[in-house]
């Protein structure tokens, strides 16, 4: 594994790692104002992402099929959509500021709860970038390193807001600044070894490119539709989120379409 690979690995970890640091320089808890704006621009973000990164590469990589081109990427996407759906059922987790804990019935505790449910946010983030890193690097299936960066990059600039979120909230709940940040960098751990997983299958996985670039976002998606958006949507100061959407949106589409 070169070292640039690495490198692109790690970009969302060091996202994370940096918005889990706001906890040391912030109030115990984030305004309600900026939060709603950080949950619109990370939707925002993984939306684009979703869209520029992962289905449309995925239809352009069937255009001799025709009409028929959209199917394999629909499967893909639903397929993606309903995985994410399986273990937000299996596992049990507790959303941020959520009064009661989905999924099974269980004892963990609440920070080990929370914990979970950023797992399962990060992990259809890592998948993406790992699916399209393994189409890089097999060649042959239109498929460069700059679009795996790209895609890394963009990850990464949702994720600074995304690790704040998870720290401060920690912080509020009575743990110390430094468990706070350890704790929200920690969530976002599951996304390099996401990445990893998906590229130790590559080899498996390269013949059926387009339904794993739709499965990366269908995943994504349902991270975004489930938790991201009725989050943000819930008032007061929902037009922040919306406004923070069109921002997130926005930049990764430009991001896309000037470093690829």
């Known amino acids: 594994m070169t070292q640039e690979i690495i490198f692109i690995l790690l ?13 040391f320089f912030m109030r115990k808890e984030m305004p309600v104002r900026l939060q709603k704006l950080l949950l619109g621009f990370s939707s925002g973000v993984m939306v684009a992402a979703s869209v520029w990164s992962l289905l449309t590469p995925s239809m352009e990589m069937n255009e001799s099929m025709g009409k028929m081109a959209i199917m394999p990427t629909t499967v893909g996407f639903l397929i993606g959509m309903g995985f994410l759906l399986l273990l937000d059922l299996l596992t049990p987790h507790l959303h941020i500021d959520a009064q009661s804990p989905e999924g099974p019935k269980s004892h963990l505790s609440k920070t080990t709860m929370l914990t979970l449910a950023v797992t399962l946010h990060n992990l259809p983030e890592g998948m993406a970038v790992g699916v399209v890193l393994a189409g890089a690097m097999q060649g042959g299936v239109g498929i460069s390193e700059v679009a ?39 969530s976002g751990a599951v996304e390099p070894l996401g990445a990893i997983l998906v590229m130790m299958l590559s080899a498996l996985l390269i013949p059926f490119v387009p339904y794993t670039l739709a499965f990366a976002a269908g995943a994504m998606m349902y991270v975004v539709v489930e938790e991201l958006i009725p989050e943000a949507s819930t008032e007061p100061h929902s037009n922040l989120s919306t406004i923070g959407f069109a921002i997130g949106f926005s930049l990764m589409m430009v991001l896309d379409v000037v470093l690829s």
């Open 11 to 23: 970009i969302p970890f060091l996202g994370t790692m940096l918005g889990s640091s706001f906890v």
């Open 148 to 186: 795996a960066a790209t895609l890394a990059i963009g990850i990464a600039i949702q994720n600074v807001p995304e690790g704040a979120i998870i720290s401060m909230p920690m912080r509020a709940a009575g743990n110390s600044k430094w468990r706070s940040f350890v704790i929200g960098t920690l």
